[in-house]
């Protein structure tokens, strides 16, 4: 395993668990104690986490893992959840594209959909998110609008109200939200508050919401709120989804895709 793939799955088990040991990292690792002092020594040098005797621990409570850092470790859910959700698109629409992995598989999934390969435009696509628009941007058959604002690099989300600006002025048929935390009670929501409030705008902005989301991130709570369940229509998920899970869901309202 690569010192770039250690790091990633590292930093996402600290964020899952709080805490790791170092022989116990080791061993779910399979590489030596001595590789993952190394390994926990540098990172703690970036301030991505806290060293500790033995071991290590996050920042606190609240700690986001930055984007380049995610592992891949549910990639395959996050592509069957992504294709679905490209199929949700018609073609000619306007789709607001949040930040993050998930979503970055949807804008993927969009990206190669044979039906989208020509129009004027074939897809309008609006977003925050610089990787995003970096990676749709090369297709010439898609209507690339981003919006104003300042960077967050944990995110690579344009933020503030520079990005209000743009969103106020245009209608969405579709917003597709990546989320940290989605719950029936508390809503879909994300770490960063100023995110928070650019993807809500977003929301308001469209005809239909689409969360598009891992089961884990289901029944979660997180800081900031961006929208109340009943505001969302359909909730895409992957097939580990519980049936009291779902059943809440479509009580509230929404359609949920398990997939």
């Not at 926990?40 to 609240?62: E, I, K």
């Not at 994300?190 to 884990?216: F, K, M, P």
């Amino acid at each position: 395993m690569s010192r770039d793939a250690r790091w990633k799955t590292l930093l996402e088990l600290l964020v899952e668990r709080g805490r790791l040991d170092v022989e116990e990292a080791a061993a779910e690792l399979e590489v030596s104690a001595a590789t993952i002092r190394r390994d926990f020594d540098q990172l703690a040098g970036q301030q991505m986490l806290v060293r500790t005797r033995g071991g290590a621990v996050v920042h606190g409570v609240s700690y986001e893992l930055p984007l380049r850092y995610k592992t891949a470790r549910r990639a395959s859910e996050k592509e069957r959840i992504g294709r679905a959700v490209a199929e949700l698109v018609a073609p000619g629409e306007a789709v607001g594209l949040t930040g993050g992995t998930t979503t970055t598989e949807v804008a993927r999934a969009l990206a190669v959909r044979p039906d989208l390969a020509a129009g004027t435009p074939a897809l309008t696509v609006v977003t925050n998110a610089l990787n995003i628009a970096n990676e749709l941007a090369v297709r010439p058959q898609f209507k690339i609008v981003v919006t104003g604002g300042v960077a967050r690099a944990q995110s690579y989300e344009l933020i503030g109200p520079l990005a209000d600006g743009v969103l106020g002025q245009v209608t969405i048929d579709v917003a597709v939200l990546g989320v940290v935390a989605f719950d029936v009670t508390h809503g879909a929501a994300a770490h960063d508050e100023a995110e928070a409030a650019i993807n809500r705008l977003l929301c308001e902005r469209a005809e239909r919401v689409v969360v598009a989301a891992d089961s884990t991130k289901l029944g979660r709570r997180a800081f900031a709120r961006i929208c109340a369940a009943e505001s969302v229509d359909t909730l895409v998920t992957d097939a580990a989804v519980d049936a009291d899970t779902v059943r809440r869901f479509e009580e509230a309202g929404l359609t949920v895709v398990a997939v």
